[in-house]
Structures are given as C-alpha cells and as structure tokens.
C-alpha cells in the first residue's frame, strides 16, 4: 500500500465536499436531524483551508481528506474522511500512527473531536485517545489523556 498526502486544489473542494458527504451525513442526521446540502456545502467549503487540508491518496488515486491545524500548544486533528471503501483497510490507523509520532516528537498533545454518534470514536479508542470533555454531541479526546502523551 502507497499511502501519500498531497496539497489540496481549488478544484479538490468538490471531492472534499463529495467525501465529507457521504462519510459523514448520517451522523449528521442523527445529531441534528437533517442535513441540509446548501447549508453544508457552505459550512464545509468556508472550512476548508489550504495550510492544514490535504488529500490522501493510495497508489495515486485520491481516496480522502486530511487536516491537521498545528497551534504552539497541541496538535488538532481536524478531519480524517476515507471513502467507504478504503475504510477498514488500515489506512486511517497509518495516518494516526504518523500524527501521534509527530505529536511525540514536537512534545505536544493530539486532540480531535468526534461526534458521539459516529463509530469512529471507537476507532480513536483503539489507537489510544481518551476523552477529556463531552458535549452533548461530541467527544472532545486527546492522546494519552494529557500533555505527555
């Protein structure tokens, strides 16, 4: 498997939106009990940005986004969206191995978000996050549980 990241296009907003849609509308649904296409497609598009956004791809083809906003204190997973189809294939565990490496080296927490109703919290589990804070509709986690993960 060649899993590599590549800088996001303008034109990569439609692939952005097209895999946040159908990785994530059911949940949405479930949280908020609609999904709106005009009002995410909005909500989406103005939360994409170049410095943190990245396309993975496997053997070249793009199969996802990536995004990591990188403050001075913490390292903030944003987003990690496969198609259906590359998921459960090891892919999005490759790519929090690397973050986590990444978090260690600079010394600095991994936090992410996720909604309560999306399995992947149990995913994020598995890879060692726990959770810090709990909203009514997400799990704010962080690696390890504190600054010396």
Known sequence: MNITLRSI???DFEFIYAVTKITMQA????????????????????SIDPSTHQIIQLDG???????IERHPTHLQLTKLYLLPQ????????????QLIAEAKQRQLPLR???LAVNPAYQF??????????QTTERFLMEYGGNTNA
């Not at 994020?124 to 804070?133: D, N, T």
């Open 9 to 11: 296009l303008e034109a």
């Open 27 to 46: 949940y949405v649904e479930l949280t908020w009990g609609c999904w709106d296409d005009n009002h995410q497609r909005a909500l989406i598009y103005d």
């Open 61 to 67: 083809q793009d199969i996802g986004c990536l995004a």
């Open 124 to 133: 994020y589990r598995r890879q060692g996050f726990v959770v810090h804070e």
């Open 112 to 114: 992410l978000r996720v």
């Open 86 to 97: 590359f998921q459960r294939q090891g892919i999005g565990t490759f790519l929090v191995q």
